[in-house]
C-alpha cells in the first residue's frame, strides 16, 4: 500500500527517489519523506503532508545533497495523517532511519518496554517502535542489530534502514510486504514495486519472506532471522507489449496511433489524457488483445495457456475450483464461476480471499486453487495462497505483475500482459482478468466434454472482442451527457443477472471507489427481497440489461451450433426446459425493472444495440454491441467504468487516487 524507494550509488540520491516516488505515488499519497546521507554522514530529513507534490516543493528550496538514502510515500494504518506520522522514522539519537510498508501487530508491547527502557517516541506509528528497538541492539553494525529487532517483531514488513553511524550501507528486509533490489551499473536501487526502478535497470533480485539484504558500495550479501547465507538470482523484467498501438480517442470518433509503451517513465505517463483512469479505459481493446495475444487457436476452439501447460495432466483431474480474490478481481472471480460451471462443468466456489483463511475449507488432491490479483502481492489473497499450498492442493494464479509474490509462489498461472495498471480504481485488469477467465473455461472446457462446435464458436467471439470493446468506447460522449443527469445522486442501485450480476457489484464499487456516490450492487432477483424498500424518485437504477438469446450456444456437452436464424433461434430456446435460457434472464431483467418504474424509480439501462422496446421503460439508455452471454461483461463494465468516471470529473474529485484508497493493498 505505502511506496520505498532506496538509493546507493554515485548519483545525487534526492532526485532519483522522488522520482521513484512519483512512480509509487498510486500506492500512497497521505504524505511522503526521505532521508539522505551526505558529507561527514550528516542526515537530512524532509517529510511533507498530503501529496508527494508538496515534498517536491520543499525540495526544490533545498535539495539534500548525498549519495545514497531512502524514501516513503504513505498509507496511513497508525496515527493521523501529520509530518510526524510520515516516514522515515528515527531513533532517539537520529542514528537510525527507516522506511516501512506493513503493520507491526505486538507494536504496543514493545512500545511499552522501550518506553520504560528511557525510549522517547515522537509519532503514533507502528514503524517508530522498529526504530527504537534497532537502536536498542545497535553496536555500530546496523544488519545485526536489525535481525536481533526483527526476531522480536510480529507482524508485517518490507524495510529499509540506514544508519549514518554505519555509513554507505541499506538494511533490507521483507516479511509478507514486497521489496525487490534493483541492480545497476554502480549503484543499487531498491522499491516496493518495480515500477520504481525501470529507468534505471531491469535487473532485480526478490526477496523472499524472512530474508535480509545488506547492500553496500561493494555489492550485495543475502542472510535470514537464522544468519544462513544466502544465494539469490538475478533476474530480468522484460515488458513486451508493442510501442505502437491504434485507439479511439475520448470523444469516442478518431482513431490515432501513439506510444503508449516507450521504455521506462513513459510507460507510466498519461499520453495525452488527463487522468490514468480514462486512459486505461481506453486502453481496454489492446490490453485485450494483449491478453488474448497467442492463446487462442480458433480453428481447433482452444486455448493455449503457457503458464498451465506443466500442470494440465493435474487440472484434468481436478473435479472443484476455488478461486480466492479480494475486490474488483473477486467480482471477476464471480464472472469466472459462471463461465466455469456452464462451459466446462466444474464447480466452482468464488472465496473473499480475506474470509478464506478464517474458516475451514474442505480441500482435496482434486481441489485447485485460483489466485486472482492485479498487484500480485494482496496481502489477504497471498495468506490464502499459503493457507491452501499448506493443505497440499494446486495453487494457480492470475496477475499482472510480473514477479510478484503470488506470481513466484503458485505452482503455475497466467499473465494478463496489459502493463502497468496506475489508475487506484482498475479498469483494464479487470477486463483482462475476464478474459483469462474465458481462456481458462475453453482451456478446461474442452479437456472434459465441450464440443469442437461450442469450442471454436466461444473463441471466435473472444477474438472480436477488442473491437467490440472499441464501439463501447465511441458512446463516451453520451455516457459523459448522462453522466451529468445523474452525478449529483447521493444514491444508485446497480441490478443484474447471472453473468452481469458481477457487474452491477463492480459497477456499484467503481462509483463509490471515484465518486463517492453510495451505490450498492444487486441480484436482481433479490431486489423484492429487500433493496426495493430504497426506491423513490431521488434513488436512481443502473439496469444491465442486455438482450441474452443472440447467439445462443447450449450448455455444458451441447452440440448444437449457432448462431441461428432468428425464427429457429426463439424455437429453439422455447424448446429448452432443462435449461436456464438466456431470454428468460433478459425476461426477468425488465419485469424487475417495471417494478423500479412502479415506484417512480428513475432508471438508467445497459442494453443490447437493436432492442428499442427498453426505451419504453427506461429514462435513459446505453447500447452495447451484440455477443455471447458469457462475454457480455467485458462490454457491460466499460460503459460503467466511464459512467463512473465521468461522475467524478463533474464533481471535481481526485480521480486517480481517491480518498482511503491504495492501489495495492499489501497489509491485511
Keep these: 500500500m505505502c511506496g520505498i524507494v532506496g538509493y546507493l550509488g554515485k548519483k545525487q540520491a534526492a532526485p532519483l527517489l522522488l522520482d521513484g516516488l512519483r512512480r509509487l505515488e498510486y500506492r500512497g499519497y497521505d504524505s511522503s519523506g526521505m532521508s539522505v546521507v551526505g558529507i561527514d554522514n550528516k542526515i537530512s530529513i524532509v517529510k511533507a503532508v498530503g501529496k508527494l507534490d508538496n515534498l517536491a516543493s520543499l525540495l526544490e528550496k533545498k535539495i539534500p545533497e548525498g549519495s545514497w538514502g531512502i524514501a516513503h510515500s504513505r498509507w496511513a494504518t497508525h496515527g493521523a495523517v501529520t509530518v510526524k506520522n510520515a516516514h522515515p522514522h528515527f531513533d532517539c539519537q537520529k542514528n537510525i532511519f527507516l522506511v516501512h510498508n506493513g503493520i507491526i501487530e505486538n507494536y504496543r508491547q514493545l512500545k511499552e518496554k522501550l518506553i520504560k527502557q528511557g525510549h522517547k517516541f515522537v509519532s503514533e506509528t507502528d514503524t517508530e517502535v522498529l ?272 514477479g510478484s509474490s503470488i506470481s513466484r509462489e503458485t505452482d503455475a498461472g497466467v499473465y494478463n500482459h496489459i502493463g502497468p495498471e496506475m489508475a487506484v480504481a482498475s479498469t483494464k485488469a479487470f477486463t483482462s482478468q475476464i478474459i483469462i477467465l474465458a481462456l481458462l473455461t475453453l482451456f478446461l472446457g474442452r479437456q472434459r466434454q465441450m464440443s469442437l462446435v461450442i469450442g471454436q464458436r466461444i473463441a471466435k467471439e473472444i477474438k472480436r472482442l477488442p473491437d467490440l470493446a472499441e464501439e463501447v468506447l465511441k458512446q463516451a460522449p453520451l455516457i459523459k451527457k448522462l453522466a451529468k443527469k445523474y452525478y449529483q445522486a447521493k444514491n444508485f442501485l446497480f441490478l443484474g443477472r447471472k453473468y452481469n450480476y458481477p457487474i452491477a457489484l463492480e459497477g456499484a464499487l467503481k462509483l463509490k471507489e471515484v465518486s463517492y456516490i453510495h451505490a450498492e450492487g444487486c441480484a436482481s432477483g433479490e431486489m423484492k427481497h429487500g433493496p426495493i424498500a430504497l426506491i423513490d424518485k431521488n434513488f436512481p437504477t443502473f439496469g444491465i440489461a442486455p438482450s441474452d438469446n443472440v447467439y445462443p450456444v447450449r450448455s455444458f456437452g451441447d452440440e448444437v451450433s449457432s448462431p441461428l436464424s432468428k425464427r429457429t433461434q426463439s424455437k429453439y430456446i422455447l424448446k429448452q426446459t432443462n435449461i436456464a435460457t438466456s431470454n428468460s434472464v433478459y425476461e426477468k431483467m425488465i419485469s424487475n425493472l417495471e417494478e423500479i418504474k412502479a415506484r417512480g424509480g428513475s432508471i438508467l439501462a445497459l442494453a443490447t444495440e437493436g432492442n428499442k422496446e427498453i426505451k419504453k421503460l427506461t429514462s435513459d439508455t446505453i447500447y452495447i454491441p451484440k455477443t455471447l452471454e458469457m462475454l457480455t461483461p467485458v462490454l457491460s463494465v466499460i460503459a460503467l467504468q466511464l459512467f463512473a468516471y465521468y461522475c467524478s470529473v463533474l464533481k471535481g474529485l481526485d480521480i486517480d487516487k481517491p480518498r482511503n484508497l491504495a492501489k495495492s493493498v499489501t497489509v491485511e
Design 131 to 402: 526504530a527504537h528497538l534497532i537502536e536498542k541492539f545497535f553496536k555500530n553494525n546496523l544488519e545485526e542489530a536489525v535481525i536481533k529487532a526483527l526476531k522480536l517483531v510480529r507482524g508485517t514488513y518490507g524495510l529499509a534502514i540506514i544508519s549514518k553511524k554505519d555509513p554507505e550501507k541499506i538494511v533490507v528486509a521483507r516479511n509478507s510486504s514486497p521489496i525487490l533490489i534493483g541492480v545497476g551499473t554502480g549503484e543499487y536501487l531498491v522499491a516496493s514495486d518495480a515500477s520504481a526502478i525501470l529507468t534505471h535497470t531491469k535487473k532485480v533480485i526478490y526477496l523472499n519472506d524472512g530474508e535480509i539484504a545488506v547492500i553496500t558500495p561493494k555489492g550485495i550479501s543475502f542472510t535470514n532471522l537464522a544468519l544462513e547465507n544466502l544465494l539469490k538470482k538475478t533476474e530480468i523484467l522484460e515488458w513486451d507489449l508493442p510501442l505502437h498501438q491504434t485507439r479511439i480517442s475520448a470523444n469516442g470518433t478518431k482513431k490515432y496511433q501513439s506510444s503508449l509503451w516507450c521504455e521506462g517513465l513513459d510507460k507510466t505517463q498519461k499520453a495525452g489524457y488527463p487522468h490514468f483512469m480514462l486512459k486505461e479505459i481506453f486502453e481496454q481493446p489492446e490490453a485485450i488483445r494483449n491478453s488474448i495475444a497467442g492463446r487462442l487457436i480458433e480453428r481447433e476452439g482452444l486455448a493455449k495457456l503457457g503458464g498451465l501447460e506443466n500442470v494440465q495432466e493435474q487440472l484434468r483431474k481436478i473435479e472443484r475450483l476455488i478461486i480466492v480474490a479480494c475486490g474488483t478481481s473477486y467480482f471477476a472471480g464471480l464472472v469466472g464461476k459462471y463461465m466455469l460451471e456452464e462451459y466446462a462443468g466444474i464447480p466452482v466456489e468464488v472465496e473473499f480471499a480475506s474470509e478464506f483463511r478464517y474458516r475451514k475449507p474442505i480441500l482435496d488432491k482434486k481441489t485447485a486453487l485460483f489466485c486472482i490479483s492485479q498487484s500480485g502481492e494482496t496481502a489477504d489473497t497471498l495468506a490464502a495462497l499459503r493457507e491452501a499450498r499448506r493443505k497440499g492442493i494446486l495453487t494457480l494464479g492470475i496477475v499482472n505483475v510480473v
